[in-house]
T-cell receptor
Framework: DAGVTQSPTHLIKTRGQQVTLRCSPI?????VSWYQQVLGQGPQFIFQ???????GRGNFPDRFSARQFPNYSSELNVNALLLGDSALYLC????????????FGNGTRLTVT | AQTVTQSQPEMSVQEAETVTLSCTYD???????LFWYKQPPSRQMILVIR??????QNATENRFSVNFQKAAKSFSLKISDSQLGDAAMYFC????????????????FGQGTILTVHP
């Protein structure tokens, strides 16, 4: 079975632009979470979606938004990019919202110039 | 809010030797999960070991074991017979069990420890 897949692998954007990152969960997994990992730090929780509904949100500005589609794939959108948004964005999927192991993708490396 | 602290930014070990990575956490909850994740240069976060707080017995997965001290809020990872492939960034992470009403499975990560394995 395929693992969690994220696209694109790398992305370079300019300040003020908007970006969309995509994630396909493991087949059968209904929950998708997004994390931001700044270089040299641990990942920070951004969102969790379960059955197409937002079930949790971390301490991130409204410039960050996400959605989950009927096939359980997910998109993370970031508007008005800042230099500080440069990071590795990790997607993780799990079968249930709680008490299920999280499976991570390889991430999308976003560079904002 | 829960916090996770890893006080060792870097550790090194000789191949075949044993190394222990430290982690402390802060929470007011009584039921939760603790994890160690490994992140190699490939960037993928790989689960190494998991501990349920209600279990007194320390978790073990092959060469990896933990020392879970609930009262001290300490959760260290011991890697025995270290191998070159163990070299990576290691993260300690906390997740609520949801018993306190938390409705999602948010992971709270520490800052990470870079492990170098010398041949």
């Amino acid at each position: 079975d395929a693992g969690v897949t994220q696209s694109p692998t790398h992305l370079i954007k300019t300040r003020g632009q908007q970006v969309t990152l995509r994630c396909s969960p493991i087949s059968g997994h209904k929950s998708v979470s997004w994390y931001q990992q700044v270089l040299g730090q641990g990942p920070q929780f951004i969102f969790q979606y379960y059955e197409k509904e937002e079930r949790g949100r971390g301490n991130f500005p409204d410039r960050f938004s996400a959605r989950q589609f009927p096939n359980y794939s997910s998109e993370l959108n970031v508007n008005a990019l800042l230099l500080g948004d440069s990071a590795l964005y990790l997607c993780a999927s799990s079968f249930a919202i709680q008490n299920s192991p999280l499976h991570f993708g390889n991430g999308t490396r976003l560079t904002v110039t | 809010a829960q916090t996770v602290t890893q006080s060792q930014p870097e550790m090194s070990v000789q191949e075949a030797e044993t190394v222990t990575l430290s982690c402390t956490y802060d929470t007011s909850e009584s039921d939760y999960y603790l994890f160690w994740y490994k992140q190699p240069p490939s960037r993928q976060m790989i689960l190494v070991i998991r501990q349920e707080a209600y279990k007194q017995q320390n978790a073990t997965e092959n060469r990896f074991s933990v020392n879970f001290q609930k009262a001290a809020k300490s959760f260290s990872l011991k890697i025995s017979d270290s191998q070159l492939g163990d070299a990576a960034m290691y993260f300690c992470a906390y997740r609520s069990s949801g018993a306190g009403g938390t409705s999602y499975g948010k992971l709270t990560f520490g800052q990470g420890t870079i492990l170098t394995v010398h041949p």
